[in-house]
Structures are given as structure tokens and as C-alpha cells.
């Protein structure tokens, strides 16, 4: 079959190869150039550039139409990255105030209740995700403790403030409008990040004005999201922030004519343009960040609405902000350190064996080791993040080296130690949910026992349950050298005494006895006396099986702090907790082991949300991004329908010479 030819033809090279316009085209431009023959019915062009104005020209010559190309009001993470929005006009551009726009076309269009609410509903989430154009850069604005206004810089040259009817000028006049209507403000005079990480010129002397007192200047790149909140009123010419700053309800003084000035919500300094008349915040926000751009799902990399890229953008900042700056992790291996530098994205993280002769002075702000590794003494003035798997790991065991889609990091302590307070422990004892929430974790839950997903997802074989009028018991084994069973269980502290203790109290039961995967597997050692299984339990399973299939026939689960205890509760089974599991203690397992800190009754839905989502970090390799749990699920359930992942010629190597190394120096992990 002959390929479809393509409806669009770019006269830029860089646009053609743009992933983000293939996607929000659903097809792939042509590149025209003088010596090749015009293809496609709609030319495209960047902007006010060369390749836009050829655009038009061309369309024009040869009674085609022809779209003007510009990337969203939000555009990415960062400067430089793929655009997560794109703006199309066939008839000017949003910020040429000379001629027509599209975009003043859209702002004066119908305008119902429904997308009034919708609007409403834009304006909370992109004040609640705190977003911007660009959003790599952190929150770490310090108001100063006097009142004060923000004066917008841009860069020299800006097609937006020559085609805004402005001039470098117009800088000069709203500096000192600025001082003058403010004098007992400070004024903070933002340079554009341009001029710091690119080079380029803004329009002030920043050394002139450094001696004056009225004036605070803001040069390094931070996002401006804390500096518009805070400000009293908002000076620009042409800069988007002044778009922004009216979401967040500020006061706007324009200088030029950018797309959101002349419409009644700013205070114009130049006369507005017959064409533009007086609407709403609503009326604006619906037609420049609903109607007029296209926007990319950048997980998906299929169009989506622009709520879905605002959330994505929303997660990116609060993971990447959640820590400091610098983080020193000591004692990881290298198979692990390129996940963790991924899970820690947003940190400078330096990996070290350990932090040896370190000085008081340079001791490190943030420390992050594995679990419940131990600490150097000198470490005790550091915040110290301790990093385990999560509960929706991957398909196929950590021990066999597949890294995992999720990680937890806390600031506290571990899950499984249940000898002090945990971040999870913490957000389980304190969080209060709203029926949307709550509603979630149910959708989760349900999701994750309808595709029989798990923390490995290894089992694929089914189990019958025996002919027998005997309750059927099963008894979870777990590696023994495990950290949760000495920090989470004083008194079972092996597999035979959990068996022991479960046949003594159930001396008619049917059990069933279950081994730890790593076990079956062959990566980690049989429990002491773990061989006697075998004349206590009247079955062992020695076979990777699908968890719904067994659980649905089981009448209750006995665990000392398995995983697998969790699991069995969201699909409905009894769980006794032998020893004090992250999920004991809340009213929903029988416990023999009690603690005072969990004090209240969860909901099956409230213990999930706290586990699955508020826990939790998500990430998709691909993708170079974090994911919310519901992505992280969809993303497992693709991989695992493959069957567990196993370990390559190379991991197999490799695993040896871990297995050996910690023979040698007797450690467990």
C-alpha cells in the first residue's frame, strides 16, 4: 500500500522533525524548501519567524492555507524540552497585536456556564499545581518581610514586544510607573532566566541598578509561581507572567499589548485595539489554555485535554521538589544506582561507599541509604531518607536484578520497622480522605485484583483447593534474614516457628505453606529448620501461582510481616499478623502483636490509599518521568503479560558475584 501523503508541509526543518507536532497532527509533516514542489493543503510556519511569514506567503501564492505554529502558555518542564503544547492560528499569532489573531477569534466566541465552570476549575488547578510556561525550575523564592510589586524583564529582542507595540523603552517607563506608584514597596524586578542560563540580554543595568535600595533583583532561575502569589501588583510589557499573574488574581499593569491585555482585566498603558472588548478571567483562561492550544498526554504521547498535562506537570514539580537540592547516598550498589538517581529526580545525587572522615562542617544535609542500613555516627544532624521497593514492584524479583517501577522514600523511618514511627505509619495515623480519594483507592483496588496484580506478579499457575470440610489455612514463609522480620516481629522469628505455632492452634486445619519466591528461586537460603515444613504443613507449594486463584480458596492467611498478608486483604481474605506488618494494627487484620502509636480504625479503601498513592513514588523509564499509581498499574499489567522478567546472561554473572561478596563478608544484603 502506497503511504498517505501528508496534509501539511513545514517550511522549517526543526518543525517537521518535531515529535510534539507528529503527535498533535496524528501525522507526519513534509519539509518544503525552494527546490523541492509544494505537498500538502495547510503550510506551517513558526510564529512571526522567517518560516512562519514564508508560510503565509507561500499559502497565499498558491491559494493554500496555512498555520502559524507556537508552543503553549504551558509548555514543558523545561526550557529546551519537548513541548507539551502547541498553539495553531490561520490568521496571525496570540501575541501579534498589529493584525488579527486566531486566538482573539476564540476569546470573543460563545461563552456557556459549562465552560465558565470548566474555567473556574483550570484557574484552581493551575493555582494548586503552582505552573508556569516552564516548570524544571524549584519554588525557592523568599519573600522579603516588606510588601512588594514584581517588575517583569524579558529578553532583548522578544518578537513578543515589537509585535506587542512596544519598545525597549516601554521597560524604562514601567520601572519607574513601578517606583512611582509603589514608593513604599520593594520592587523586585525579575530578569528573565534567559539571560542567566543562555546568555542573552534583558533590558536593564543590573549593575546600576544593584545601588538602589527600592529595587531587589532576582536573577537565578526559580519558578514564578512564589513570586506572583505574593506580589501586590504585577508590572509587564509582553511577558506571559502577567497572564499568570491575573489566574492568581493580581493586579496588572501592561506596558505593551500582549494577548491578554485590552480586554478589561489589565491596566493598559497603550490604547486597545478595536477588536478586543471586555470578557471575563474565565472568558480568557478557557480560550488560551483550552480552546486555542493542542495539548500531549506525556505519558501516553497521545493528545489529551489540557487537565490531564497540567496533573502530569503538577506531579513532576512536587516529586522533584519533595527533597533538598544535594543528596549524598552511601552504600548503594551500582547495579541500583541508576533508579535511584532516577527515583530521586529534581536532587543532585552523589553516590559514595561511605562517608569515611567527612568533617562536621561537611556533613552532608540529606543522606539516603538503602532500608535499615546503618548510619555513621556522625550522620545525626542529616536528614536521612531511607529507600526501599515499593508494593507494586515489577515483574520479576528485585533479587534478580529488575529494577523497579516503584520506590519508597522515607524521611522517618522504614515500613517494616516497627520498633519507631514511619512516613507511611505516619500518613495512615493522620490523613483524613474526601470522598474523591477514597473513591480512588476503591478504583485502584478493584483494578489490581481484576488483572491479579501483585508486588512480583510471578504466578501464573492455578491452585485447587483440597476436598476437605477442614479450613484451609495458608502460611506464608519469607526470607528469614529479612529486615522486616527483626524489626517488625519480637516474637516468630522463622518460618518453622510461624508453622509451628499456626499447627499447634489449628491442630485439624488443612495447611498450606508457601515459600518466599527468592527462595523457590534459588537467591536467597532456606530458613532454619525451614526443611521440616514439610512434616507440619500438609502442602507445600513449590510453584509461582496466580495470588487471586489462591486467595479466593483460602480461608485465612497467616503471616509473620509478608507482603503478602496486604494482598490477601484487598482481595477480601482474613490476614493474621504474627508479627506487626505495616498493615497490622488498624482493625483490619486479627493481630498478636499490638502498637500503641496505631491508635486508629481504617477502612480496607483508606489503608490502600495511604500504601498505593500517598506512599509511594511511581516511575516510567520510558518516559524519564514520574507516574501516578493508576499509570504505574496500566504500565505493570502490559510487562507482566509477558511473564516475569529474568535475568540476562550478564545478571546471572553478576548475581553470582553478589552472592558470593556477601558470603565473604557475611552480610544479607
Not at 71 to 76: A, E, K, M, P, Y
Not at 119 to 134: C, G, H, N, P, T
Not at 202 to 208: E, N, S, T, Y
Amino acid at each position: 500500500m502506497a503511504p498517505k501523503s501528508s496534509r501539511y508541509a513545514c517550511t522549517s526543518l526543526l518543525l517537521t522533525q518535531s515529535q510534539s507536532l507528529r503527535i498533535v497532527l496524528d501525522e507526519r509533516s513534509v519539509f518544503y524548501s525552494r527546490l523541492l514542489v509544494l505537498k500538502g493543503s495547510t503550510v506551517l510556519g513558526w510564529g512571526r519567524k522567517w518560516s512562519g511569514q514564508r508560510a503565509a506567503a507561500l499559502a497565499k501564492q498558491h491559494g493554500q492555507s496555512f498555520q502559524l505554529v507556537e508552543d503553549g502558555f504551558l509548555c514543558s518542564e523545561g526550557r529546551g524540552d519537548a513541548a507539551f503544547s502547541l498553539v495553531f492560528d490561520s490568521c496571525g499569532i496570540y501575541y501579534d497585536a498589529t493584525t488579527p489573531s486566531g486566538f482573539e477569534n476564540i476569546t470573543i466566541e460563545d461563552f456557556t456556564d459549562v465552560h465558565c465552570a470548566r474555567a473556574q476549575r483550570i484557574i484552581r488547578l493551575w493555582r494548586s499545581e503552582r505552573l508556569s510556561k516552564y516548570n524544571a525550575a524549584r519554588d525557592v523564592f523568599d519573600a522579603p518581610p516588606n510588601p512588594y510589586v514584581l517588575v517583569c524583564d524579558q529578553t532583548f529582542g522578544d518578537a513578543s514586544i515589537s509585535y506587542g507595540l512596544a519598545s525597549p523603552e516601554s521597560f524604562t517607563r514601567m520601572l519607574d510607573a513601578a517606583l512611582a506608584e509603589y514608593p513604599n514597596h520593594t520592587i523586585i524586578l525579575k530578569t528573565h532566566p534567559d539571560v542567566v542560563t543562555r546568555g542573552k540580554k534583558g533590558h536593564f543595568d543590573i549593575a546600576a541598578l544593584a545601588s538602589n535600595d527600592c529595587v531587589q533583583i532576582v536573577s537565578d532561575p526559580i519558578h514564578p509561581s512564589k513570586l506572583i502569589e505574593h506580589a501586590d501588583a504585577v508590572y509587564t510589557v509582553t511577558s506571559q507572567m502577567g497572564f499568570e499573574a491575573l489566574i492568581w488574581g493580581k493586579r496588572v499593569r501592561c506596558f505593551g499589548m500582549p494577548f491578554y491585555g485590552g480586554w478589561g482585566l489589565t491596566e493598559d498603558e497603550l490604547p486597545t485595539p478595536d477588536r478586543r472588548k471586555h470578557v471575563s478571567l474565565e472568558q480568557l483562561v478557557h480560550a488560551a489554555l483550552v480552546k486555542y492550544p493542542r495539548y500531549i498526554d506525556p505519558v501516553t504521547m497521545q493528545r489529551c485535554e489540557p487537565e490531564v498535562t497540567f496533573q502530569h506537570v503538577g506531579l513532576q514539580r512536587r516529586k522533584r521538589q519533595e527533597f533538598f537540592e544535594r543528596i549524598t547516598a552511601i552504600g548503594f550498589s551500582h547495579w541500583k544506582r541508576p533508579f535511584i538517581t532516577s527515583f530521586l529526580q529534581g536532587s543532585d545525587v552523589t553516590f559514595v561507599k561511605s562517608l569515611g572522615g567527612t568533617s562536621q562542617a561537611a556533613q552532608p544535609q540529606t543522606i539516603a541509604v538503602w532500608g535499615s542500613a546503618k548510619l555513621p555516627e556522625s550522620s545525626d544532624s542529616s536528614t536521612i531518607l531511607r529507600i526501599e521497593d515499593g508494593f507494586l514492584r515489577s515483574s520479576g524479583l528485585g533479587a534478580d536484578l529488575v529494577r523497579p517501577l516503584s520506590l519508597v522514600i522515607d524521611d522517618l523511618g522504614i515500613y517494616y520497622d516497627a520498633t519507631r514511627p514511619s512516613r507511611l505509619e505516619h500518613i495512615l495515623q493522620s490523613q483524613r480522605l474526601d470522598a474523591t480519594a477514597t473513591d480512588r483507592a476503591r478504583a485502584l483496588r478493584e483494578r489490581l485484583v481484576a488483572l491479579d496484580l501483585t508486588k512480583y506478579n510471578l504466578g501464573k499457575q492455578s491452585w485447587s483447593r483440597p476436598k476437605t470440610s477442614q479450613p484451609v489455612l495458608l502460611v506464608v514463609g519469607q526470607v528469614e534474614t529479612d529486615a522486616s522480620i527483626r524489626l517488625g516481629s519480637p516474637e516468630v522469628q522463622s518460618n518453622i516457628e510461624l508453622l509451628r505455632r499456626v499447627r499447634q492452634e489449628n491442630p485439624s486445619a488443612y495447611i498450606v505453606y508457601k515459600p518466599h519466591p527468592d527462595v523457590l528461586a534459588g537467591l536467597r537460603k532456606r530458613g532454619i529448620g525451614e526443611d521440616e515444613s514439610s512434616k507440619i504443613a500438609d502442602e507445600i507449594i513449590n510453584q509461582s501461582v496466580a495470588l487471586s486463584g489462591l486467595l479466593a480458596q483460602i480461608d485465612e492467611v497467616h503471616t509473620i510481616t509478608s507482603l503478602l498478608g496486604f494482598e490477601a486483604l484487598l482481595r477480601g481474605a482474613q490476614v493474621v499478623c504474627h508479627g506487626l506488618p505495616f498493615y497490622a494494627g488498624w482493625g483490619l487484620t486479627k493481630d498478636r502483636v499490638a502498637c500503641e502509636r496505631r491508635s486508629r480504625s481504617l477502612s480496607l479503601n483508606e489503608l490502600v490509599h495511604g500504601a498505593l498513592i500517598a506512599y509511594p513514588r511511581y516511575f516510567n523509564y520510558e518516559r524519564n518521568c514520574f507516574v501516578e499509581a493508576e499509570q504505574a498499574v496500566d504500565q505493570l499489567a502490559a510487562i507482566s503479560e509477558t511473564g516475569p522478567q529474568t535475568r540476562s546472561w550478564w545478571r546471572k554473572i553478576l548475581r553470582r558475584g553478589i552472592i558470593t561478596w556477601l558470603k565473604l563478608t557475611g552480610r544479607t544484603r
